[in-house]
């Protein structure tokens, strides 16, 4: 199967500071990485998309400085929030772009973090 | 857009078939479904490429109506580890959108014993 890890899994922080997520593919190499946000008893919010080697693009209302994304690496993916506010308080999942056979391509999802601005 | 999933809540009881339906308002080139647990991430179940395809896995199957823009996930016989919340997700026709996918608001699937 494919693996997908993400550190930490918990994160309480002061307002003001700011949190750095990892996202990992343990098997697979992933040149499209994403990142989505979900609030309570809502659906995954696409934040944005993670390229191995070139810029992140985002969605609509996602501010790229406040949410900095790089992704260095085949395996790795970081997302860091600046200056973290209680409304950034969120799950935050990665999920990592698998290329199959023919037009099969499969997300996996990370375990998620779970972060707490304080 | 969002694809639109009906019912938005399901209970059953162990042993009841439930069916989960994800339509599209726009032309869909595959359908992916998850299952997420609470407090958990969102668990793939399977993909399906192209119209009429039928998948199963386990007691768990699903179909794709491409005409229709639509597909249905199928439990039979429930079980209590089919407690979650379902999923499906639609991919962008591509450009910018290639690869990613839009979930819609998700099926809350409760099975009791």
């Known amino acids: 199967g494919a693996v997908v890890s993400q550190h930490p899994s918990w994160v309480i922080c002061k307002s003001g500071t700011s949190v750095k997520i990892e996202c990992r593919s343990l098997?697979?190499?992933?040149?499209?990485m994403f990142w989505y946000r979900q609030f309570p008893k809502q659906s995954l919010m696409l934040m944005a998309t993670?390229?191995?080697?070139?810029?992140?693009?985002?969605e609509q209302g996602v501010e790229k400085d406040k949410f900095l994304i790089n992704h260095a690496s085949l395996t790795l993916s970081t997302l860091t929030v600046t200056s973290a506010h209680p409304e950034d308080s969120s799950f935050y999942i990665c999920?990592?772009?698998?290329?199959?056979?023919?037009?099969?391509?499969?997300?996996?999802f990370g375990p998620g973090t779970r972060l707490l601005v304080l | 857009q969002q694809p639109v999933q009906s019912p938005q809540a399901v209970i059953l009881r162990e042993g009841e078939d439930a069916v989960i339906n994800c339509s599209s308002s726009?032309?869909?080139?595959?359908v992916h479904w998850y299952r997420q647990k609470h407090g958990e991430a969102p668990v793939f179940l399977m993909i399906?490429?192209?119209?009429?395809e039928q998948k199963g896995h386990d007691k768990i199957s699903a179909s794709f109506n491409e005409k229709k823009q639509q597909s249905s996930l199928y439990l039979t016989a429930s079980q209590l580890s089919y407690s979650g919340t379902y999923f499906c997700?639609?991919?962008?026709?591509?450009?910018?959108?290639?690869?990613?996918?839009?979930f819609g608001q998700g099926t809350i699937l409760t099975v009791h014993p």
């Open positions: 999920s990592a772009r698998r290329l199959g056979s023919g037009r099969q391509e499969t997300q996996y």
């Open positions: 098997d697979f190499q992933a040149t499209t």
């Open positions: 993670s390229n191995e080697g070139s810029k992140a693009t985002y």
């Open positions: 726009k032309a869909l080139y595959s």
């Open positions: 399906l490429l192209k119209g009429g």
């Open positions: 997700g639609t991919p962008g026709a591509g450009g910018t959108s290639y690869g990613k996918l839009t």
